[in-house]
């Protein structure tokens, strides 16, 4: 059974995802087959949860997100360990085994998991791929796209949906469940966008500027009127150094600016952070939660629990 499908976000949401795309009208088919196959008499989701393979989501907020539009229905399974930096992921064998038993895999897309073409073609066989971030517009700036449309908390009202029709899809006897889950954790999205702003408010304007180690916060900066004024690390990744020249620009650009604070993911290596805050007499802030959750006894268990923390950290620092 052919089961492979992408959310687009555009017209038509689903496209197959065999090398190359198909076209929306061999997508429908596709969907009915899906659904077809999912829907098993009066079992409901567990019924096509055990006869299909589990739900995965690639990392761990993502998952957070769908378990909550999924709520009892469906236990949605991680992909990544807790902490693992998504930009320099390697799976591991026993990654290809999961994503090879997953029915349907839920990424961020736009470019995070640059690992997934090698992942998937490792794995075989095919499964419904759902694109979180599909239809939300990447950012415009020099460079690569930047991915990290989650930290912005509006953004994720997209995901939400993006999710919701997949399950749905994957699961119809869930539809409505899916659809009450899906609107309350809305309302809790946009309960957490309405404090964010708040607590930004509370930063003098002139103070409300961002150095982080690479570029990530570029959204939230954007919905809550912070200025990005410098990464460590050029660009949206983890991967590459910057040089000399890039290093002695930020320092000037931190001086001119006045940033108070460097901004650190938890796991970030903070060398290149002290140097800069020699210079500059900028203090650094580590641990911040960009890329995963903490551990479930830690200090942002979930996705809405990461984004208090940041805000928190950022608020703290720069008031
Ligand atoms: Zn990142």
């Given at each position: 059974?052919?089961?492979?499908?992408?959310?687009t976000?555009?017209?038509?949401?689903?496209?197959?995802?065999?090398?190359?795309?198909?076209d929306?009208?061999?997508?429908?088919?596709?969907?009915?087959?899906?659904?077809?196959?999912?829907?098993?008499?009066?079992?409901?989701?567990?019924?096509?949860?055990?006869?299909?393979?589990?739900?995965?989501?690639?990392?761990?907020?993502?998952?957070?997100?769908?378990?909550n539009?999924?709520?009892?229905?469906?236990?949605?399974?991680?992909?990544?360990?807790?902490?693992?930096?998504?930009?320099?992921?390697?799976?591991?064998?026993?990654?290809?085994?999961?994503?090879?038993?997953?029915?349907?895999?839920?990424?961020?897309?736009?470019?995070?998991?640059?690992?997934?073409?090698?992942?998937?073609?490792?794995?075989?066989?095919?499964?419904?791929?759902?694109?979180?971030?599909?239809?939300?517009?990447?950012r415009?700036?020099?460079?690569?796209?930047?991915p990290?449309?989650?930290?912005?908390?509006?953004?994720?009202?997209?995901?939400?949906?993006?999710?919701?029709?997949?399950?749905?899809?994957?699961?119809?006897?869930?539809?409505?469940?899916?659809?009450?889950?899906?609107?309350?954790?809305?309302?809790?999205?946009?309960?957490?966008?309405?404090?964010v702003?708040?607590?930004i408010?509370?930063?003098?304007?002139?103070?409300?500027?961002?150095?982080?180690?690479?570029?990530?916060?570029?959204?939230?900066?954007?919905?809550?009127?912070?200025?990005?004024?410098?990464?460590?690390?050029?660009?949206?990744?983890?991967?590459?150094?910057?040089?000399?020249?890039?290093m002695?620009?930020?320092?000037?650009?931190?001086?001119?600016?006045?940033a108070p604070?460097?901004?650190?993911?938890?796991?970030a290596?903070?060398?290149?952070?002290?140097q800069?805050?020699?210079?500059?007499?900028?203090?650094?802030?580590?641990g911040?939660?960009t890329?995963?959750?903490s551990?479930?006894?830690?200090?942002?268990?979930?996705?809405l629990?990461?984004?208090?923390?940041?805000?928190?950290?950022?608020?703290?620092?720069?008031?």
């Amino acid at each position: 059974m052919t089961r492979s499908l992408v959310a687009t976000g555009k017209a038509g949401w689903l496209r197959i995802r065999r090398g190359a795309a198909m076209d929306v009208a061999v997508c429908l088919v596709m969907c009915c087959i899906v659904t077809g196959c999912a829907g098993s008499g009066e079992g409901g989701a567990s019924d096509a949860e055990m006869e299909t393979g589990p739900v995965l989501a690639a990392e761990s907020f993502l998952a957070d997100i769908a378990q909550n539009v999924a709520g009892n229905r469906l236990t949605i399974q991680t992909l990544l360990p807790l902490g693992a930096d998504p930009h320099g992921f390697e799976p591991t064998p026993g990654d290809v085994r999961k994503v090879a038993e997953a029915a349907v895999l839920i990424v961020n897309g736009a470019g995070f998991e640059a690992y997934l073409d090698d992942l998937l073609a490792g794995a075989g066989g095919d499964r419904m791929l759902v694109e979180a971030s599909a239809g939300l517009k990447p950012r415009s700036g020099p460079g690569e796209r930047d991915p990290h449309f989650w930290l912005d908390p509006v953004n994720v009202k997209t995901y939400v949906e993006n999710i919701r029709r997949a399950l749905a899809t994957f699961d119809p006897e869930g539809a409505d469940e899916y659809a009450s889950n899906a609107a309350t954790y809305t309302l809790e999205l946009d309960q957490l966008d309405a404090w964010v702003k708040g607590q930004i408010q509370t930063i003098v304007p002139e103070r409300r500027l961002l150095i982080t180690n690479h570029d990530s916060f570029s959204y939230y900066a954007d919905r809550y009127g912070l200025r990005v004024v410098g990464t460590v690390l050029p660009g949206a990744s983890t991967g590459v150094a910057p040089s000399a020249q890039q290093m002695t620009r930020l320092i000037t650009d931190i001086k001119e600016a006045g940033a108070p604070a460097i901004f650190l993911e938890s796991g970030a290596n903070s060398q290149l952070a002290q140097q800069i805050a020699r210079d500059t007499g900028a203090i650094i802030v580590t641990g911040l939660y960009t890329h995963s959750t903490s551990d479930p006894d830690g200090r942002a268990p979930t996705y809405l629990d990461m984004i208090r923390y940041n805000t928190i950290a950022i608020v703290g620092a720069l008031r």
